[in-house]
């Protein structure tokens, strides 16, 4: 079961392990990119910001998508951590209605990018994505830590 | 219901309310009561006030910097009261723990925090092979 599916650019670090592993009480946490699977370094960052009795995978988009769909992640109350809207789209493109909560955590700002709210800075091509998402029925949220209140992306003003 | 107070020489206490704040949130951080000892002040005053406060329906845990330390000395003698626990050699990691757990026996909460927060200091010197179970 897939508690939640949060983007966040610097994936699983200390306040994603902590904060969010503890309130969604999840026992296996997801980390679904592309590059990170074939870069030690970055895979032991991740193991050592994971808490432990958590299951944590590391795998690229399509294996998730896969793995999804064939029910090998049912046995999981799973939280999936994504880098990327992108991703996040490309998740929600390949498993059908998997995946119902998207939380926007944290995106880098860029020279292309808005600022939507403190932690969160979308291009114009990632509204594109998230309001498709809308359009499929995924509540899409921003907040940073739990602790935080809910901001619905649908009700936000923007562009 | 629990109370957590940190209480260390300078502003080690303050700090770590802060990063408290970056990792959980600051509804979170600002639970914990903290208490910088600064110089020309006496931490028996922070026993003081400490005291004044003191409710017997709050299990208090009580963080301090060093063991043995004038800040720990002042307030091991809140040990008197069953329902405090005094833990030195504060980190982040234990704060966490003990912050964010929902278990309502305090000993058990205390004593997973202490093992957790040492587990959580290692050295490393060479990239650590990895070999656990990472597979759907």
Redesign the interface.
């Known amino acids: 079961m897939i508690l939640n599916t949060r983007v966040d650019h610097r994936l699983l670090h200390g306040q994603v392990a902590f904060a969010w592993t503890n309130y969604l009480n999840v026992n296996c946490i997801l980390i679904a990119n592309d590059t990170v699977p074939n870069d030690e370094t970055r895979k032991n960052t991740m193991r050592l910001a994971k808490p432990q009795g958590v299951k944590l995978i590391m795998k690229p988009i399509n294996e998730c998508v896969n793995a999804i769909n064939q029910g090998l992640t049912d046995k999981y109350k799973m939280f999936i951590v994504v880098d990327s809207v992108r991703d996040a789209y490309r998740l929600v493109e390949g498993t059908g209605n998997a995946i119902k909560k998207l939380t926007l955590g944290g995106t880098k700002a860029t020279s292309e990018t808005k600022n939507i709210s403190k932690a969160v800075n979308l291009t114009d091509q990632e509204f594109t994505y998230l309001d498709e998402l809308i359009l499929k029925g995924v509540n899409v949220y921003i907040q940073q830590v739990p602790s935080d209140k809910k901001i619905k992306y649908s009700e936000l003003k923007r562009r | 219901m629990r109370q957590v107070i940190v209480a260390t020489h300078g502003g080690l206490s303050k700090g770590l309310q802060s990063t408290l704040s970056?990792?959980?949130?600051?509804?979170?951080a600002e639970t914990i009561v903290t208490y910088s000892l600064q110089p020309g002040m006496d931490a028996t005053d922070f026993t003081v006030a400490i005291k004044k406060e003191m409710d017997s329906s709050i299990d208090y845990v009580i963080l301090t910097d060093i063991l043995g330390g004038s800040v720990d000395n002042a307030l091991s003698t809140l040990l008197e009261y069953d329902n405090v626990w005094l833990i030195s050699g504060v980190n982040l990691i234990m704060l966490?723990e003990i912050v964010?757990s929902e278990n309502p026996n305090t000993n058990d909460v205390c004593q997973n925090a202490l093992e957790?927060a040492k587990s959580g200091m290692n050295l490393r010197k060479t990239?650590?092979e990895?070999n656990g179970?990472?597979?759907?």
């Open positions: 970056m990792i959980v949130g600051q509804n979170v966490l964010l957790n990239v650590v990895f179970d990472e597979e759907f």
